[in-house]
T-cell receptor, first 117, second 112 residues
Framework: DQQVKQNSPSLSVQEGRISILNCDYT??????FLWYKKYPAEGPTFLIS?????DKNEDGRFTVFLNKSAKHLSLHIVPSQPGDSAVYFC????????????????FGKGTHLIIQP | DSGVTQTPKHLITATGQRVTLRCSPR?????VYWYQQSLDQGLQFLIH???????AKGNILERFSAQQFPDLHSELNLSSLELGDSALYFC???????????FGSGTRLTVV
């Protein structure tokens, strides 16, 4: 039973345009959400996070939107750059219910973003 | 270099064998998390140690065990290996259990 779903295994976007990566979750206890980026042969690196008390968080070219009623979040990258080509993982946690993060994160399967020149 | 060191990077072993994966966390980080990534799967949480003590278990098989030593490095022990255990194993560390996880580059285990 997948509690975090990334339904697009891959996404191709032209350089300079907006990339939108989507993520859905089913567990209503999740209250903290994160995006990680992964290059081949490297571990995931943290990109941006959002708490359930917010609906938007921005960091430079990256913005995460959270729609709690729809149990949906999205990552927007504007403008997209060649170095953004990577696999992006959405992750979630029931932070309050897990003693502040003890229980680890639930990850989606990832979306492979390809930025075309 | 993320500051989290995992060894070995690659490991090939036969079914039924036992292996040990090692993780040295980033300096000052007290928490170590282990994750497994099988083919075309997301990362699955295995186990979390904080300052030498087990804090939480996820989808960890009974054949697998882990520990965190006084110098804070951690080892993941996988025994009676099966073909299905072939995967990437990542460890991640944080200072206090918050989510600024820093991941290592992983150990790729192949069971033949």
């Amino acid at each position: 039973d997948q509690q975090v779903k990334q339904n697009s295994p891959s996404l191709s976007v032209q350089e300079g345009r907006i990339s939108i990566l989507n993520c859905d979750y089913t567990n209503s206890m999740f209250d903290y959400f994160l995006w990680y980026k992964k290059y081949p042969a490297e571990g995931p690196t943290f990109l941006i996070s959002i708490s359930s008390i917010k609906d938007k968080n921005e960091d430079g070219r990256f913005t995460v939107f959270l729609n709690k009623s729809a149990k949906h979040l999205s990552l927007h990258i504007v403008p997209s750059q060649p170095g953004d080509s990577a696999v992006y993982f959405c992750a979630a946690s029931a932070l309050i219910g897990s003693g502040g993060g003890a229980d680890g994160l639930t990850f989606g399967k990832g979306t492979h973003l390809i930025i075309q020149p | 270099d993320s500051g989290v060191t995992q060894t070995p990077k690659h490991l090939i072993t036969a079914t039924g064998q036992r292996v040990t994966l090692r993780c040295s966390p980033r300096s000052g980080d007290l928490s170590v998390y282990w994750y497994q990534q099988s083919l075309d799967q997301g990362l699955q949480f295995l186990i979390h140690y904080y300052n030498g003590e087990e804090r939480a278990k996820g989808n960890i098989l009974e054949r697998f065990s882990a520990q965190q030593f006084p110098d804070l490095h951690s080892e993941l022990n996988l025994s009676s290996l099966e073909l299905g255990d072939s995967a990437l194993y990542f460890c991640a560390s944080t200072r206090d259990g918050n989510y600024g996880y820093t991941f290592g580059s992983g150990t790729r285990l192949t069971v033949v």
